[in-house]
T-cell receptor, first 112, second 114 residues
Framework: GQQVMQIPQYQHVQEGEDFTTYCNSS?????IQWYKQRPGGHPVFLIQ?????EVKKQKRLTFQFGEAKKNSSLHITATQTTDVGTYFC????????????FGDGTTLTVKP | DGGITQSPKYLFRKEGQNVTLSCEQN?????MYWYRQDPGQGLRLIYY???????QKGDIAEGYSVSREKKESFPLTVTSAQKNPTAFYLC?????????????FGPGTRLTVL
């Protein structure tokens, strides 16, 4: 079945450093969604990418969708302590529209 | 929390007991989902419901059961047949059964089997 893999699993950075997490799907995706889960919390939707090669920005966060629509990345510029949490990507499972496969997430810790 | 409530927040159960986790949404969403999250892992789909009075097994449905008698409610029962039920359970909903619809998550229930 479809697999969605994220790397790295963990990332520790000094406050102010940049951070990037990568998401790779075994199949072509119609779209990809990114969620953030704070420690002890629940996933919260960040953004959705639909078009091949699409790039979207949210303040210090930059999201990219690969040309082949099989990979995506999230880049955070100048991390802050408020960026701490686990970032998940999710892609729909083929033709079963509402089902999504989530990656295992990248957990970011930021040292002040 | 996007209008989704889950109760209780923490739940302790003895082995061999069934337990039901509540999930209610006031977003008028058609689709609802149950996920299981284990430490350091992603979300695994247990059951989903595209519309009221309908539900389907997800990727790890064994040992779980659900009902969807009302649009706003999607309770999950963890049965004694579930071999390793200790986990964080998340309920979610989306407006429609569509790949482009955002999923809104509830605060979750942490289940511990003693």
């Amino acid at each position: 079945g479809q697999q969605v893999m994220q790397i790295p699993q963990y990332q520790h950075v000094q406050e102010g450093e940049d951070f990037t997490t990568y998401c790779n799907s075994s199949t072509t995706l119609s779209n990809i969604q990114w969620y953030k889960q704070r420690p002890g919390g629940h996933p919260v939707f960040l953004i959705q990418l639909v078009k091949s090669g699409e790039v979207k920005k949210q303040k210090r966060l930059t999201f990219q969708f690969g040309e082949a629509k099989k990979n995506s990345s999230l880049h955070i510029t100048a991390t802050q302590t408020t960026d701490v949490g686990t970032y998940f990507c999710a892609g729909p499972q083929g033709t079963n529209a509402g089902k999504s496969t989530f990656g295992d997430g990248t957990t970011l810790t930021v040292k002040p | 929390d996007g209008g989704i409530t889950q109760s209780p927040k923490y739940l302790f159960r003895k082995e061999g007991q069934n337990v039901t986790l509540s999930c209610e949404q006031n977003l008028n969403h058609d689709a609802m989902y149950w996920y299981r999250q284990d430490p350091g892992q992603g979300l695994r789909l247990i059951y989903y419901s595209q519309i009221v009075n309908d539900f389907q097994k997800g990727d790890i449905a064994e040992g779980y059961s659900v009902s969807r008698e009302k649009k706003e409610s999607f309770p999950l029962t963890v049965t004694s047949a579930q071999k390793n039920p200790t986990a964080f359970y998340l309920c979610a909903s989306s407006g429609r059964w569509a790949s482009t619809d955002t999923q809104y998550f509830g605060p979750g229930t942490r289940l511990t089997v003693l």
